[in-house]
């Protein structure tokens, strides 16, 4: 198979008929039976994990109710509609289009009707990602919808949606799949590929997966570019831990040898192998631990290799010491869940759990409860900052202040990244750039005072178009590259950050851009990372922590 040609297994497999869709039995019947019956609902909401069947299933639906001679309440394929009506299903991912406009397009669309079917059916993925206004937005069409529109909101986070438009909504709850179900399917397509396969490697993809068919059919894909697919290739690709080098963790955590665990998590990131993965296995680990700690070894269906290394590693610690572990790294399953970059979390849980078992265990320099208190306060302020920081929510503001004037000392220019992230401004940011351009006639008030008219005409040529960490964007249309030109020394700049300063009372910098490239702002989180680091070695100044960067 050429490199180029390859195409996703889940999506050659993506069901197009309801019989396609695997573990979901009895919606389908229900919507089924809408279908036949003519009682479908204006607005459902499919909440459920990854991969269990929300946008196929939506899909089909899509497809079923426009189709002009159904099939048992199946989509026929053949008829007019069937063929050319996919211009009547709109799909929008919320994720990348969680904005106000967004929506207020959407509502100025639904009027018309659909081109060849009955319905037009509005998907909208990740329906969680919507922002508040665009959510009101979507409400007010909810609540009088067009009879020619069908809207299916899709989400693994049903808790994150406003009661109001849950209310508007049929819901449906998506369980996971069951185990046997995503192993028959995959069986299916593996006979249909002409390929052979190992058992007990289906059976691990199977237990991975976790009810998900993508992230099953994903890891399938992955394995069977070996050409075989055998139980030493899906543990390859799953990154699955030899439980030796498990025992080498606990054994790192009970001896305080904080270095060498950090190195070892190194090694492991720098083998490709996924950290959420290893996460998840170190927990199922300590639990194992825990059965093995209570006499019960026999229960566990492991290698006896590996019993020997859960059995060694028991011994090593006490009961106490084992349901700590599983605390603390089910807390940190949960704070990693969507972060970008768990390294950095895994190695403040590493800290904690090392920090304090020495302060409980060392008799010497017995540690008073207070101070334990103290150091859990500590590590849990880093990591509420760690995992804002990968929300990017806002800061709060005595850091902001001190963040800046390091910036200041080191006069360095704002971070302009070229390439990435098209412009993605959020509502608090939108609400800031108001506020700024409400008040620049001030701005250009100080410089107005200063003699520094000049400088005055070319800012006023620019408007305020983003602001990030602290750095507000004056963007140039293009016939007004001169200006721009002209004004982006390092002087003026700092004339302008100086009035910016003076009238919104807090330290801002100011760069110059092109209109065009207000895209690729992109926030500065490296620096800030940076800065959390520093916090940590702070707090603990006898750990060596490195900072590497990762090679994607
Ligand atoms: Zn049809």
Redesign the pocket.
């Known amino acids: 198979m050429e490199k180029n040609m390859h195409k996703a297994l889940y999506r050659i497999y993506r069901p197009t008929s309801f019989i396609d869709i695997v573990g979901q039995e009895q919606i389908i019947s229900i919507l089924k039976n809408q279908i036949s019956e003519g009682s479908v609902s204006h607005a459902y909401l499919f909440s459920g994990g990854r991969g269990t069947g929300k946008t196929s299933t939506a899909k089909v639906f899509a497809?079923?109710v426009?189709?002009?001679?159904?099939v048992n309440q199946e989509?026929?394929?053949?008829?007019?509609?069937?063929?050319q009506?996919d211009m009547d299903i709109i799909e929008i991912d919320a994720a990348s289009n969680n904005s106000v406009d967004n929506i207020r397009e959407l509502r100025e669309n639904v009027v018309y009707t659909p081109s060849y079917g009955k319905y037009k059916v509005y998907i909208i993925d990740e329906v969680h990602m919507l922002s508040q206004g665009a959510f009101n937005a979507l409400l007010k069409t909810l609540e009088e919808p067009p009879s020619h529109v069908i809207f299916i909101l899709a989400t693994t986070e049903p808790q994150k949606i406003p009661a109001t438009v849950l209310s508007r909504c049929q819901r449906f709850d998506f369980k996971k799949i069951d185990k046997n179900q995503i192993i028959a399917r995959m069986i299916k397509i593996l006979d249909e590929l002409g390929l052979t396969y190992e058992e007990e490697a289906i059976e691990l993809i199977a237990q991975k997966s976790d009810g998900g068919m993508r992230d099953a059919l994903s890891l399938l894909d992955q394995a069977i570019a070996y050409k075989e697919l055998t139980y030493q290739n899906v543990v390859h690709v799953i990154g699955e831990l030899d439980y030796r080098e498990f025992h080498g963790f606990v054994k790192g955590i009970k001896e305080k040898t904080t270095v060498t665990l950090l190195e070892n998590l190194q090694k492991i990131e720098a083998q490709g192998k996924d950290l959420k993965v290893f996460t998840r296995d170190f927990i199922s680990y300590t639990r194992d631990m825990m059965v093995c700690k209570s006499g019960a070894s026999q229960l566990l269906s492991h290698s006896g290799d590996e019993i020997e290394a859960l059995e060694e590693s028991a011994a090593l610690v006490d009961m106490d010491f084992i349901i700590n572990l599983i605390e603390t790294l089910s807390d940190l399953e949960v704070k990693i869940k969507y972060a970008t970059k768990p390294k950095i979390l895994i190695e403040a849980c590493f800290i904690r759990l090392t920090k304090l078992t020495q302060m409980i265990s060392s008799s010497s320099e017995a540690a008073t409860l207070p101070q334990i208190e103290e150091l859990s306060r500590k590590i849990d302020e880093l990591e509420l900052k760690i995992s804002n920081l990968e929300k990017g929510v806002q800061k709060p503001k005595e850091k902001v202040i001190q963040y800046q004037e390091e910036k200041k000392a080191k006069a360095a220019m704002p971070y302009i990244d070229d390439v990435r992230l098209q412009a993605n401004i959020d509502d608090s940011e939108k609400q800031k750039l108001e506020e700024v351009k409400a008040r620049m006639t001030q701005v250009h008030e100080v410089l107005r005072k200063q003699k520094n008219v000049h400088l005055k005409a070319l800012l006023m040529e620019g408007e305020p178009v983003r602001y990030v960490n602290d750095c507000i964007y004056i963007g140039y249309d293009d016939n007004f590259a001169f200006h721009k030109q002209t004004i982006e020394t390092q002087i003026n700049a700092d004339h302008i950050s100086q009035a910016l300063t003076k009238v919104f009372d807090k330290p801002l910098k100011v760069a110059f851009i092109f209109k065009r490239e207000m895209g690729n702002i992109k926030k500065d989180e490296i620096d800030e990372e940076k800065n959390i680091i520093e916090e940590i070695k702070q707090a603990f100044p006898d750990v060596p922590l490195e900072i590497r960067e990762r090679e994607d």
């Open positions: 497809k079923a426009n189709c002009i001679d159904p989509p026929c394929h053949k008829c007019s509609v069937c063929v009506g």
